[in-house]
């Protein structure tokens, strides 16, 4: 297979990656390009696009509401896609598209693999996607088209299946801190400290960045102490919501969060 962004981002950078996740479509419609090179400028690592679904299951409350003022601004796949077709003269970040199964075997499993090597998306994260049903029926596909499939742990993930999923993927493994829903919390636990180090411990191939939680520089810290990096997406979509002048905001709550 050939490199892939995500793979020389974790090659060339050992830790202290940040990925940025949004929701496509909001706050409004046509914003998706500018946050991105907003959030490139500033000096993430990795963006994250949250493809809007009627029904997110793993998401909290702030997550969902962006996925409905999404969905009611008309964002779909088909607009999504048209927005990225000038991704790669902007961007040289890795860019990973996150999203239900759903609206993807809707608009097409291999049509959208197509699209996303043709636009220059680098991976995908398919929370609900059984592993089995990846490996027989989608495994290939992501190869082909050049996509890393990235897998979800939590503390309730047997080693077992810790192991099989860095068998069977390539780029990064998503560690979410903990059973809950996404939404920006203050404290990392004991508990979760327990967790990244058991996990760390295992020696496995793939780098890992911890995610569900993260919302400032001191819990971005603690996860990079345990993990290559971290990911921030509630407390990043409120900074969106809130903002008066996008890019200057995206700005500096990153810089807060990497200084």
Do not use: W
Not at 6 to 31: C, Q, R, V, W
Not at 106 to 121: A, R, S, T
Not at 177 to 204: C, H, N
Not at 220 to 236: D, R
Request: aromatic letters at 8%; hydrophobic letters at 40%; one cysteine or more.
């Amino acid at each position: 297979m050939a490199m892939n962004r995500i793979e020389e981002l974790f090659k060339n950078k050992e830790g202290n990656i940040l990925s940025i996740y949004f929701t496509a479509g909001f706050p409004s419609l046509n914003d998706t390009m500018g946050i991105m090179e907003a959030i490139e400028e500033a000096g993430a690592d990795i963006i994250e696009i949250g493809i809007p679904y009627s029904d997110p299951v793993a998401d909290g409350p702030t997550i969902q509401e962006s996925n409905t003022v999404a969905l009611n601004n008309g964002m779909t796949l088909k607009i999504l896609f048209s927005q990225l077709a000038e991704l790669r003269g902007k961007l040289k970040i890795p860019v990973i598209l996150m999203g239900y199964l759903n609206p993807i075997v809707q608009y097409g499993m291999e049509e959208f693999c197509k699209k996303c090597e043709e636009v220059g998306v680098d991976g995908l994260i398919v929370p609900d996607l059984p592993m089995k049903q990846y490996l027989e029926s989608y495994k290939g596909l992501f190869e082909t088209y050049n996509l890393r499939n990235t897998f979800l742990i939590s503390p309730q993930t047997s080693p077992d299946r810790i192991r099989e999923i860095d068998r069977e993927t390539d780029g990064f493994i998503y560690m979410v801190s903990s059973a809950s829903i996404t939404g920006a919390k203050k404290d990392v636990t004991p508990e979760q400290i327990a967790y990244f180090e058991r996990v760390g411990d295992m020696g496995l191939k793939n780098p890992r960045l911890i995610g569900f939680g993260i919302s400032d520089k001191a819990s971005f810290s603690t996860a990079a102490k345990h993990a290559q990096g971290a990911i921030i997406g509630s407390a990043f979509i409120n900074v969106l919501r809130e903002a008066k002048e996008l890019k200057k905001e995206i700005n500096t709550f990153i810089k807060s969060i990497k200084a």
